[in-house]
């Protein structure tokens, strides 16, 4: 932005000099300033259209950024999920396989105490 403003500052006091310095006429004075003011009206236009252009690029390579990491985040997330996920039902199953050996168990207590009185004599 500052460079732009002593961009601007050193043309505008060149072309002051430059006519205040010039032997010519009141008609030809005024005819130079309107021709320069027109040379510099264009640079400018050049100028702001390239900055815009620039900027626009600037953003679309923020949005291509925020994308890659806003996908990133979402992978990131849902491996971190399925990790948990696959935890859990681990844990699910474990519970359900100790379960089933302590019914078994039971069970299995059950007949031998069964077995033992059946084979007792009274």
Request: hydrophobic residues 30%; charged residues 35%; negative net charge.
């Amino acid at each position: 932005m500052r460079s732009t403003r002593d961009f601007l500052t050193g043309i505008i006091t060149g072309v002051v000099i430059g006519i205040l310095t010039a032997p010519r006429s009141g008609k030809e004075t005024r005819d130079k300033l309107t021709e320069e003011a027109s040379k510099h009206t264009g640079d400018l236009k050049d100028q702001w259209e390239k900055g815009v252009s620039q900027v626009k690029e600037g953003l679309e390579q923020a949005k291509s950024q925020v994308n890659q990491y806003t996908d990133k985040a979402k992978d990131q997330f849902n491996q971190y999920k399925d990790q948990a996920q696959t935890a859990l039902n681990k844990d699910k199953v474990k519970d359900q396989y100790n379960n089933k050996v302590d019914e078994l168990a039971d069970d299995a207590q059950s007949g031998i105490e069964d077995a033992q009185s059946s084979i007792k004599f009274n």
